[in-house]
């Protein structure tokens, strides 16, 4: 599998799987808990090393429950998880860390690889306080490395400004029609890698076509031409497949390389 190095020296998957229908009933995001690891199984076989859950998902539980029955040592696979960026979770130091216990507990493992503040909120002191809690526990080497998700430019910065331990990771919604080539730009030359959420799955028909177009000369299909397209410029990837064939086929983006010609066109989708 392709890394990525972090401003940590830790190296990431450039393609993981996403998670956050998986595991419950009818693959609905609010649906009951099931503890169906089927996907998890599947995603673990076919290659993927990388699983991005959160508290909010509801699934860490179901996350290490697949790690256990893939018969994985957990030093195989890298975990990300995520605390809410709500009051519930953050409003006392002491909440914080009951989150992140919840979470290794969840996750039935004494570390989490990566470890993100879900959504920034208004009080930018306030993340900063809740930050210098994750820290701690980098310092613990409870979580390997810390990162955000969902921050624009105004949150990282300050952040980058009042932090000990730099934000390793930005998680963005980012594909066609919403790229974000600025805040990307801004998160790389800060050393900060991005991580791209829902790659796939709000691509336009239109779009699509486009890509196709594309994919074809390269023996590709339309969803490995944008996944390609974020993992040549240092943008990791996390799909969600429940089919095996589909989980597979997001994973084959290292052997082709898209024209400038190409990557012109696919930056205007
Ligand atoms: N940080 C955040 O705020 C945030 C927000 C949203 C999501 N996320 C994370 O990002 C992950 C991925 O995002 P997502 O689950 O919203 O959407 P996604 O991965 O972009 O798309 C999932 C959809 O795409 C289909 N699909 C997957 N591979 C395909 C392929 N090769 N060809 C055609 N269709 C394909 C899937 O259907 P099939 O199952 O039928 O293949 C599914 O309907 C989440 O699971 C979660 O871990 C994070």
């Known amino acids: 599998m392709n890394t990525i190095t972090l401003n940590t020296g830790i190296k990431i998957p450039l393609v993981g799987s996403g998670t956050n229908t998986f595991g419950k009933e009818n693959h609905d995001f609010k649906g009951a ?7 998890l199984e599947s995603a673990l076989r076919v290659g993927y090393s990388l699983l991005d859950t959160a508290v909010a998902y509801r699934n860490e539980s179901v996350i290490g429950l697949a790690v256990k029955r893939s018969g994985l040592d957990r030093s195989q696979v890298f975990l990300t998880s995520k605390i ?4 519930e979770y953050t409003e006392t130091d002491q909440k914080v860390e ?3 216990h919840a979470s290794l507990k969840a996750l039935d493992t004494d570390y989490i690889d990566l470890y993100l503040i879900h959504h920034p909120w208004d009080n930018l002191e ?3 306080r809740v930050w210098k809690v994750l820290e701690n526990y980098v310092d613990k080497g409870i979580l390997k490395a810390i990162g955000v998700s969902n921050f624009k430019v105004e949150h990282l910065a300050y952040l980058l400004e ?4 730099k934000p390793a990771i930005n998680q963005i919604e980012s ?9 990307i730009k801004y998160c790389q030359k800060n050393n900060v890698v ?14 699509k076509a486009q890509l196709e177009k594309i994919g074809a000369q390269y023996n590709k299909t339309w969803a490995q031409v ?6 040549q410029r240092n943008v990791v990837v996390i799909p969600k497949s429940t089919d095996p064939i589909r989980q597979k086929q997001n994973l084959e983006l290292f052997d082709f390389t898209l024209s400038e010609a190409d990557k012109a066109i696919i930056k205007t989708l």
């Open 226 to 231: 944008v996944l390609g397209y974020q993992v």
């Open 126 to 128: 306030d993340i900063v």
């Open 84 to 87: 809410p960026g709500s009051p």
């Open 194 to 207: 991005v991580q791209a959420w829902s790659p796939i799955k709000k691509v336009s028909e239109e779009a």
């Open 33 to 39: 808990i099931n503890n169906d690891t089927t996907e």
């Open 162 to 165: 009042h932090s000990r331990i």
């Open 98 to 100: 009951e989150t992140i």
């Open 175 to 183: 594909h066609p029609s919403l790229w974000q080539d600025e805040l």
